[in-house]
């Protein structure tokens, strides 16, 4: 049963940045894939980026070049850093397991808010 906490969100001008960080109870080197989603207001949640334990990173066409994936296997923590951000963006970051073939575990965590202004 692995625990997610994300943190990092905020409010932030259009054009600016924020980097989110997804602090897992298990090291995430024994997890295939983590991946961030999103959730914008009366939209479905969708992958906004991924990395699998062997570096393998995809991203959203809407954030290719702006967003960034990263890990840190020590810390156990998936980052997302976000530069220049559309107001767009605005929505609810969680971070999940992801695979390609697989649906992520059916359990979302709080997630962190992020939300930007014109």
């Known amino acids: 049963q692995v625990q997610l906490v994300e943190s990092g969100g905020g409010l932030v001008q259009a054009g600016g940045s924020l980097r989110l960080s997804c602090a897992s109870s298990?090291?995430?080197?024994?997890?295939?894939?983590m991946g961030w989603y999103r959730q914008a207001p009366g939209k479905q949640r969708e992958l906004v980026a991924a990395?699998?334990?062997?570096?393998?990173?995809i991203y959203a066409d809407s954030v290719k070049g702006r967003f960034t994936i990263s890990r840190d296997n020590t810390k156990n923590t998936v980052y997302l850093q976000m530069n220049s951000l559309k107001p767009e963006d605005t929505g609810v970051y969680y971070c999940?397991?992801?695979?390609?073939?697989?649906?992520?575990?059916?359990?979302w965590g709080q997630g962190t808010q992020v939300t930007v202004s014109s």
């Open positions: 990395i699998t334990r062997g570096g393998n990173i």
């Open positions: 999940n397991t992801w695979s390609s073939s697989t649906p992520p575990y059916d359990h």
């Open positions: 298990r090291s995430i080197f024994t997890i295939n894939g």
